[in-house]
């Protein structure tokens, strides 16, 4: 896991891969654990086309935005203005770097809370402007570390996925390679989820899965295979609405083809999303998540009010009931003053 | 209030007969009688023991006064998930600990007379984690909430998300949080209270959007687990890292209570939470009372914004908030089951 964030794991996989790409059989020819876990590899392939790659034959022109107004410029996020044949839209989307230099200037993909903040500046102009948004999901997970932390990348993500359920324009996502978790979905909140045939979205990393379920990293294909996490069985589950097949080998093989296909599915849903009021399509957006997640309803016993007094009540009988009045002046973090534990 | 079925034995009879509990901060030995006489708050360093779903509500909750909604919703195993154990097996077990049927309850009661929509979380139930029915009932709170125009108050206690669910429980961010966009939308307050612990994807939605975000002392409250932090850092991370004293400082609570005083601050704040009353058209008064399954609430809902709230602008940065309350550092206490339960 650490290994993997700091991008030690995967330069030895892309190694692996790139000296010898033509081991792996075609998917078809495999069993679900060798598939799954193939898929894994693929979708994070060092070669695989990032956001950056795509553009230039995915839109005919980009004019990149920089920095949150807040606190910095984060690399691990790309945002801007984008024209796609006579459509003008508003393209967000995450980068990882080609090699280790770019990787540490984009902090191999993960964004920090500076990086969800510029993105949704950035969308709420495109909401203001009219412009329907599209974003490129390619992420192992937001930034873990302490700056993270400090600056509230909890609350950023929150923020984002908020923001997303209610923007007043079409969004379209693309999972172009990795959907990790919350890092992901803060830009994934969509009126339609694409993605490519080998990407894949997860709630936690497989690794990570494995090493709380099965003790272990080494088990990482099983628990992909239990999480179902490749592009394909998430949209089976409902969750990804259109798969985009790859060229070749996989999408690092052709990263031109790659772009073309994606831009074909796109532009086709803008055209679809934008006959649609804005009104419905916010509601159905909402609708699309609300739906989501399985559970069933068992006529459940009428509920049993204790009849012996509640804990509360006891131990205010115990206190001072004046104490229960206001807001007392006292530091709230202050841990001396105790409850009347003398009265127990 | 958690649900008993006749087969359930009650979470008492679970435990051993034990008459004693060792503070894992201090060491001091505690007489269970009196230790849940001080609301289970160490009386020697003022450790806070984590509180059932039951506790806390007979805690918080004027007695009597709460009526569990939805107290039949059950996950179901979408995956079909295994790992050592299946899925459906984990629940039954948890169920049988615990006696409830899921991770969370929700319903209505008062706080010294003053209503709310209460949702509480048990870090008990499967480490408290997020599946499709804490996801739901979170969001059914929210909802009702909004219909009734009563604030919603959520005790948050959870590791983050439920692996077994995959990315349907990922996805329960985003319904969590677009049910609480709409909530503010429509100037319904809502107040969340961060318990030991409140992490991943938890802490990453609903639980860090409260119109007033509190906890308790120490409590435990961060994105990532620790040993991610520290890994990609490759040093020792800060003293107090991810405690409720360390969000504190660096803005994103807005009070740390201790749990003598939470009763009636929470009552004060209530006083202040109050959904400004608006005029409910004639055509919502007949049809379901909670306004949802219909296609009209958006318009509704965005005029309502108009009517009840000021223009409102993305507060995006709130690091800048830094308190004068000096972080009390507390010695480390074992954390390796929560470590084990994090996840984005």
Redesign the interface.
Known sequence: ??DR??GRGRDAEAARAEADPAALPPPAARDPKTETWARVQLARNLRRPRILDLLPELADEFVELHG????GDDEAVVSGFARIGERRVVVIGQQKGADTEENIRRNFGMPH?EGY?KS??IM?LAERLGLPIVTFVDVP??????E????????????S???M??LRTPIVVVITGEG????A?AIA?GDVVIALENAV????SPE??AS???RTADEAAT?AV????TAPD?QA?G?IDIVIAEPGAGAHTDHAETARRIRGVVVEQLDLLAAIPL??L??AR?RR??A??????????P????ER???????RN??DPG??????T??????????A?DE? | ?P???PSFRPRRDAYPPDLWTKCPSCGEMLFN??L????R?C?S??HHFRLSAE?RI????D??S???R??????????G????KTYPDRIAAAQLATGM?DAAVW?TGTI?GQPVVVCVMDFGFMGGSM???V??KV?RAAEHALASRVPLFVVAASGG?R?Q???????????T??????L??AGVPFLSLLSDPTT??V????A??GDVNIAE?NALI????A???A???AQE??PG??R???L?E???LD????R??L???I???LGYLVAPSVAIPAERLDGDPLGLPS?????FLSNLAERVLPPES?T????NGHGS?PV?PEPDQPASDIE??R??
Do not use: N
């Open positions: 896991m650490v964030i700091r949150d107004r807040l606190f809370p903040r949704m500046r709420e997970g937001a930034h873990p570390g302490p993270s932390e400090e600056r509230g990348i909890a609350e950023a993500i929150a923020r996925i908020g923001l359920s209610r990790g978790s919350g890092g979905l909140v979205y997860s709630v936690i990570g899965c709380i379920l099965w628990a239990a999480m179902k996490m998430q589950l969750i009104d419905e916010v509601e909402y998540f609300r989501l997640g399985a559970y069933r309803e068992i006529e459940a016993p509920t049993v009010i204790p007094p509640g804990l509360a009540d006891r131990l115990l206190l104490r229960w009045s206001g807001i007392s006292t530091p709230a973090g202050r841990r001396d003053e105790l409850p534990r127990v | 209030m649900i008993k079925l009688k009196q849940d006489k001080v609301l708050v009386p360093c003022g506790a007979e805690m918080l909750l007695h009597g709460f009526a569990e939805d107290a039949g919703l059950e996950s179901e195993d979408p995956l998930f295994v790992d050592q049927r319903g010294d599946g499709a029915v996801g739901e969001t998300a692996m669910e995959g990315t349907f429980s990922l996805m329960q961010l985003a319904k949080v677009g049910a609480l966009e709409r503010r939308a991943g994807g802490f990453a939605s609903f860090v959007l002392p961060g994105f990532a687990g040993r991610v932090s890994g990609t850092i991370l800060p890292f991810q409720s004293e360390f504190f660096h803005g994103f009070r740390v209570i201790h003598s005083e009763r009636s601050e009552s004060s704040l296609f009209r609430p958006l318009s993305e995006g940065d709130t690091t309350r009390q084990e339960t996840r984005g």
